[in-house]
């Protein structure tokens, strides 16, 4: 054994492991290529813990020997730092050479170049000082005695984990030299790649430390402007280091940098990164600062920032806004000239005038604006813009300046938000005493003038209806939670008159004039408003009672749109305000409680018709939506869901509406042929036979497994109808899946996906099923009770045991036998009663025996 085997043994993988981790090199799993070989991701078992990793299976253009894949591997081995990838271990057999590493969630610090939302100004230092302490500690640690020349530094190879922390990886090209000869030149062909090389190796075919800095220089005028360090401009390349130069010392870096990006910036901050990043791409590299200078300089530059941050902030938690905070916003690139919108409306002609906004009136033209959509095209200074229809929110001067303090929330707050379902703001008008907003035009209005509305919202079928509340909820639960590293914001005034609908009946947010900051490193979830503001009759009880404001707050209200939605009328019409002054939201809660909560379903999809059109609702869907939206109107906070639950039931309401039962039925002349007459019989349990059949499919013949029912042996209709409603509602990877069912004369059929291996209780005493399959048997199982366990409705399996572990092919497992199963009540009470205690002997929980519940 070679002393490299000797020393690193314990990193060797065998290679079976990392095709099982990897879905044997699976097409879906590939996640990045380059010239040294391609790169996977999976999940690999490793010290009983599965952890998520990327394999680097190397090949490729270039030749990388074994030499060169030691080198790495002993490299990476030695090299432990917080900003540098870690290694997991790697593979030497059969002529694979395989690097395994960390998987880091976030992907490349390329991908985020062009977008300043995902990745705003802030953060985008935290990486780049995170990166610059990893080549200091490459180059430099005196902890070993060896230093590293990294020789491709680019923003493709910066990776970034799920807290957006900086990895420094691809050590491909990287050359070791003794530590005492660190500040040295090593002789060596020029590598690396175009547009961030440095050009004295170049020329020289020298390379050193300082080569390291000028392609880091590179990756910081790449995070700086938003542009990739070469773009290709007509079948040419065009390299950002001269465009950057020229700029800088032109003295009009600002063309360059993305408007969205610009605005968020503080300018001492800016001063002293870019003065950082020039530093780096100087011809000598006796003029390019050493490591440590750069660090302190994106240090100091990250203080500036979080300074200005922390004043901005200040300024927003009393909720004033004035025109004094935005001295020194950059949003030159959204303003528009009063004369020309007086022009484009004919000095607001009524034939403009659309309706009435927030503080003020709406009209639709044609202007030109600000298109951000195309600023990655790597144009050099003129920033883009194009005509469009839009709609143009005069905002009226009133005397306690509600107005005012709208128009700059809704300028701050638009112009952080890039969203498919939050309207676009095009640009603004700020010359006093005019004040207007300009929007993206939404061609079929606000969602308040398709409700109560004769022949409006008849036209929308109950699967419409569900798309638009995902829409609304989608918007909902990016400005709550996925605006990365920015504030979350709390919107305020959800409401069926601020859901916006467009040509396709796609739902955007807007109306932004109420809303509130949250600051994503604030302590406390619950912000202390110094006054309740929103609309009476969607507005959460507990934050008019209490003042309290959580992004809870906008749950409610959205909940009372789901059955604004649900009912097709406005939570303030009068068939409720007559019963309830609070509206809509109390009705509903006597109705859940009586039962009768049915009753208020907008009458146009109960006619006959609706179902004979496919318009009307089918019925899982319509319980699924129902349940969601009254966990939206809980009266206390806690008891709200977050929006992300609130997808992803409204997703379920979806599939069952898009996939009825009804389209599950199969004939039972259908499954005696598939079975040629119940010839191959391949299990028996409780409740009747299993026989192994065979159908057409896009793919092919496709074998099924088919339960046929014995009523002799004691399940009713009750059981196999409730079998049939868990396996069509509960759809998971680790759940056995439902093909059809046949319910005709006496026979009860359910036809499932056929599991090749059979049951776990027929392998249990096999050394051929390895400690490791049993352990992601054992994972497998518990990830599909979890499923089952955690949703609005819980459901209880009752008899879970080894001949009900079904495996397939790849030895995934699937979870069968659902006829003793049961669904949760609706009042989540932790334990309820069941009348005769069931299941497999020395499967069931004692207490239970004992206490039937």
Known sequence: MSSFDNKFNHLKLPLIDIQTATNSFAHENLIRRGGFGYIYQGQLLTSGNLIDIAARKLGGKLRYGIPEFQTEIMMLASLKHQNVVSIVGFCHEDEEKIIIYNYEAKGSLEQYLSD???????????ICLGIARALSYIHYDEGRDFSVIHRDIKSYKILLDVNWEAKLSGFELSRMQPAARRQGLVLDRPCGTPGYVDPAYEASATVNHKSDVYSLGMVLFEVLTGRKACIDEEGKPVFLARLARSHYENGNL??????????????GSLKKFSEAAYCCLKDQRSQRPNIDQLIFALDQALKLQLAHEASEHSTLAVESTSSDYWKGKHL???????????????????????GKGGYGWVYKAELEHFDSSVMEDGKESKLPRRRSTVAIKYILNREDKHGEQGFFKEIDTLSSCKHPNIVCLLGFCYEPPHMILVYEHVSKGSLDNHLGSEGKMTNLSWEQRIKICIDIALGLDYIHTTMENKQKIIHRDIKSDNILLGENWEAKIADFGLSIFHPVDHKASTINATKVAGTQVYLDPEYERTGKLKKESDVYSFGVV?????????????????ENEKGLAPIVRQHFEKGTIKEIVDPSLKEENAFTLGKGPNQDSLNTYIIIGQRCLAKKQAERPTMKAVIKELVKALNFQETHKDSLHISFEDIRLATQNFKNQIGVGGFGKVYKGEILSVNGPTPIAIKRHDKTHGQGEKEFLSELEILFEYKHQNIIGLIGYCN???????VYEYASNGSLDRHLNDATLTWTQRLKIS???????DFLHGGVSPVIH???????????????????????????????????????????????????NKQGF
């Not at 030159?332 to 659309?354: M, P, Q």
């Not at 004369?745 to 359910?750: A, K």
């Not at 497992?813 to 049961?822: E, H, M």
Request: charged share 25%.
């Open 744 to 750: 005709e004369i006496n026979e009860q059929i359910l």
């Open 332 to 354: 030159e690139h959204l303003r528009i000239g009063f004369d020309v919108i007086k022009s484009a409306t004919e000095n607001f002609a009524e034939k403009y005038f659309i």
């Open 798 to 848: 009752r008899d879970i045991k080894s001949s009900n572990i079904l495996l397939n092919g790849d030895w995934k497992t699937k979870i069968s036998d659902f006829g003793l199963s049961v669904i949760a009540p609706l009042n989540n009470e932790i334990d309820f009663v069941v009348d005769d205690a069931c299941g497999t002997p020395g499967y069931v929980d004692p207490v239970y």
């Open 116 to 126: 300043p939302v995902t990745l705003p100004w802030t953060q985008r230092l935290h």
């Open 254 to 267: 600002d063309d360059i940098i993305h408007p969205d990006l610009h605005k968020q910036m503080d300018q």
């Open 779 to 785: 994972i497998d199982a518990a990830i599909a009770l």
């Open 562 to 578: 789901l059955f604004e939605i649900l009912s097709g009328r406005l939570a303030y019409d009068l068939v409720y305000t007559n």
